[in-house]
């Protein structure tokens, strides 16, 4: 039992250094596309090769209006990654629900999700997108956007996976925030 107690307290120091190691880095980024890389970096995960950071628009009423490709992050091999600039209708963020949750969401092998709808797999077919991870990141109650993990092979989410990534949704969520506060900022300031 001991000797039990003793790995779990081992591992759930490991899990905390890499925890405070990924807060630190990710603090430090210069921008968003370094944040995104870090992010990517600090999972550490083989079969990721690409990474968007995605930002939510709203109109006058506080509704969903369309989608953003701020930043990416690509490993150079299988499809090309979404370019940054790329803009998203509500038409296309309504075909794939899971950009909007309240929660992770993981996909070990899209081929075989049953959550994977007609609409949503012609997408994951022409991207060739098998294992998807895709973090919610939140500004009080709101959903500012999402950081989206992708694969070309399928890949088992591990517990200790899916922990580390949730828990660093609200530090990419504050970086994000604060990124998009200074640019309204310069543009105000620009105006005037």
Known sequence: E?????DRTQSALAQSEKLFEA?????????????????????DIPEIN?????????????????????????NGTGHEITPVGTHYPLE??????????PTPVFFNDTSTDKRVDATTMQLVQRLNLRAVAV????????????????????HTFTPEETRLFASLAPQIATVLENRRQFERAQKQAERE
């Open 23 to 43: 807060s630190r880095v990710l603090t430090q980024a210069r921008d968003l596309q370094e944040l995104t890389a870090s992010t990517v970096r600090t999972l």
């Open 50 to 74: 690409r990474a968007v950071l995605a930002t939510f628009n709203y109109d006058s009423e506080d509704n969903l209006d369309s989608l953003d490709i701020l930043a990416n992050w690509w």
């Open 135 to 154: 973090l919610p990141l939140f500004s009080g109650t709101r959903q500012i956007g999402a950081l989206i993990l992708e694969a070309e092979e399928p």
């Open 2 to 6: 001991s000797l039990r107690q003793y």
């Open 92 to 101: 296309v963020i309504r075909v794939m629900p899971m950009f909007v949750s």
